[in-house]
């Protein structure tokens, strides 16, 4: 089962800066990372004017985009739960980064603040550190650096003793 920690925030608050920064250190030292975006705009992840959009906008539930390396995997309902989407990731990862998902309350999470945001008004649950990428702010961990040092830490550390 792989290690999972939420980064969560308002939006540009820096939850992609650190999320990929994070990922990208992770990676580096030979880590399996998957991660897992939740977007609350129902965005579109399919290019318009493409077959398999079009074969969505035809009617089909699920579509599946195959390459020779990569596939995409896009279905219109009964979306999975947050978690059964983390045990799907977990097999063939050491850790999954999700960023967002703010209501979620079932694993550790990073909450960014940008300035003057109360964590209280943000977060159902109290993170394990709140962080940010801005000054004038009260969070426990200040600047990109800092704050993908102490997630790359806390991961490492699980990890070694799992």
């Not at 999954?96 to 990073?110: R, W």
Request: proline fraction near 4%; charge should be neutral; aromatic fraction near 6%.
């Amino acid at each position: 089962m792989a290690i999972t920690l939420q980064i969560i925030g308002h939006k540009k608050s820096g939850k992609t800066l650190i999320t990929t920064a994070l990922i990208e250190r992770l990676s580096k030292e030979g880590y399996r990372v998957a991660a897992l975006k939740h977007d609350a705009h129902n965005a579109v992840m399919d290019v318009p004017t493409t077959d398999s959009a079009r074969m969505s906008n035809a009617g089909a539930n699920q579509v599946i985009l195959q390459s020779a390396t990569e596939f995409f995997f896009h279905q219109k309902s009964n979306v999975p739960t947050l978690t059964e989407m983390v045990e799907l990731l977990s097999d063939d990862n050491n850790f999954v980064l999700i960023e967002g998902h703010k209501e979620a309350t079932q694993y550790p999470q990073i909450l960014l603040l940008k300035p003057g945001e109360d964590p209280t008004n943000i977060a159902p649950t109290t993170p394990l550190k709140t962080g940010s990428i801005f000054s004038g702010t009260n969070a426990d961990l200040l600047g990109k650096n800092t704050i993908v040092n102490w997630c790359y830490n806390y991961l490492k550390q699980i990890k070694e003793n799992t």
